[in-house]
């Protein structure tokens, strides 16, 4: 057998590293979204500090957009921690860093300049939030033990004339 054909790790190997690929990548982003909402709620005015900024930079709503910022990322971020409601936490903070990409970060370097400015931040927070979007939470979460078993699962015990 070519050693390019033979998998390389069994199934359940590639499942349990998978889960566990995404609960660092669910733990990491939680982690900032909560530092970051939690510098939003925590400040003298509270989220509604943000609304000037927000009007500034453009962003629609703004007396709305900056309290669903700070709490989408506060709230969002711990959900995120613990895996609960994972894709349509993601989906919402993935709508927050499109909108800091596109109102506030336009067409700044990914590299962060002297200046404090650069999307790649807003850019690698939007992609961690569309891979959850994309995948869930994975096996070690909230989700898992009162969600849907993992369509993995649920083919693996259906019988070979229905798939």
């Known amino acids: 057998m070519n050693l390019t054909t033979r998998p390389v790790l069994d199934d359940n190997t590639q499942r349990i590293l998978s889960d566990v690929g995404l609960l660092v990548l669910r733990l ?8 970051h909402g939690w510098g939003d709620v925590s400040q003298p005015g509270g989220a509604g500090a943000n609304i000037e900024n927000y009007r500034g930079a453009g962003i629609p709503l703004p007396e709305v957009s900056a309290w669903f910022g700070a709490y989408m990322q506060l709230i969002g971020g711990v959900l995120l921690l613990c895996g609960a409601l994972t894709r349509v936490v993601a989906a919402g903070l993935a709508v927050v860093m499109a909108g800091a990409l596109i ?16 999307s790649g931040f807003a850019f690698i927070m939007l992609a961690a939030s569309l891979a ?15 969600g849907r078993r993992r369509t993995d699962d649920v083919r693996s015990e259906q019988p070979s004339g229905a798939r």
Request: charged residues 10%; proline residues 3%; contains cysteine.
């Open 28 to 35: 990491a982003a939680g982690a900032v979204f909560v530092a």
């Open 103 to 118: 109102f506030v970060h336009p067409g700044e370097a990914l590299v962060m300049g002297q200046d404090g400015s650069g």
């Open 132 to 146: 959850l979007v994309c995948t869930g939470a994975g096996g070690l979460a909230v989700d898992r033990l009162f």
